[in-house]
């Protein structure tokens, strides 16, 4: 059975960080991206985040500069370090991997930023 356990989420105050972390297991096929999408309230979900085999990465215009993503591919793990969260990143966020046979899915950890 495919899991996409998630952790590190929680409540900050604006300024602070977090730090989230996916372990992946079960899944029998080549993964091709590994990443974060995140859902405000009453919002869409968007990409927050997300690194490819070959190292490149991807990040929203509105994460850029304090979002840092990590992946270990002998582990399938991947980490985003937020820094400098505002009460706009707050959301629940989703560990996404894009492979062979689709994209899937975390249940979400849940990131509160205000004061």
């Known amino acids: 059975q495919v899991q996409l356990v998630e952790s590190g989420g929680g409540s900050v105050q604006p300024g602070g960080s977090l730090t989230l972390s996916c372990a992946v297991s079960?899944?029998?096929?080549?993964?091709?991206?590994m990443g974060w999408y995140r859902q405000a309230p009453g919002g869409e979900p968007e990409l927050v985040a997300r690194e490819f085999n070959s190292g490149r990465a991807n990040y929203a215009d509105s994460v850029k500069g304090r979002f840092t993503i990590s992946r270990d591919h002998a582990k399938n793990t991947v980490a985003l370090q937020m820094n400098g969260l505002k009460p706009e990143d707050t959301a629940i966020y989703f560990c996404?991997?894009?492979?062979?046979?689709?994209?899937?899915w975390g249940q979400g950890t849940q990131v509160i930023v205000s004061s």
């Open positions: 079960g899944y029998g096929y080549a993964i091709d991206s």
């Open positions: 996404h991997i894009l492979g062979s046979d689709g994209p899937r």
